[in-house]
């Protein structure tokens, strides 16, 4: 899970303005900190399958917001996928 310090911080860097902390960008960039974690949790226990359901539930909810993303502001999802290194 991501510690209040970590989560405000990520807040803070992708909001769009000072009240802002729900927007799909916000919401993306807090997925993919948690599917980092919970991808590094996984290479250590393989065994554990609850934890990849979760995670690939989580891929597709960010999946999903980035479509959403790409079809009203196209221009600021190419920045997002810039600023979080993910493909496409």
Same mark, same amino acid.
Request: proline content about 1%; charged content about 35%; overall charge positive.
């Given at each position: ?13 992708? =909001?769009?303005?000072?009240? #802002?902390?729900? %927007? ?8 993919? &900190? *948690?599917?980092?974690? +919970?991808?590094?949790?996984? =290479?250590?226990?393989?065994? #554990?399958?609850? %934890? ?8 597709? &909810? *960010?999946?999903?917001? +980035?479509?959403?993303?790409? =079809? ?17």
């Amino acid at each position: 899970m991501l510690d209040q310090e970590k989560k405000q911080e990520i807040i803070t860097g992708f =909001r769009r303005h000072d009240s #802002d902390t729900g %927007s799909a960008t916000v919401q993306v960039a807090l997925l993919t &900190r *948690r599917i980092q974690q +919970l991808t590094d949790h996984l =290479r250590q226990n393989q065994k #554990d399958h609850s %934890s990849r359901r979760g995670l690939l539930r989580m891929v597709s &909810r *960010r999946r999903k917001l +980035l479509d959403y993303l790409n =079809r009203t502001e196209p221009v600021s999802y190419r920045d997002l996928i810039g600023r979080l290194s993910l493909r496409k």
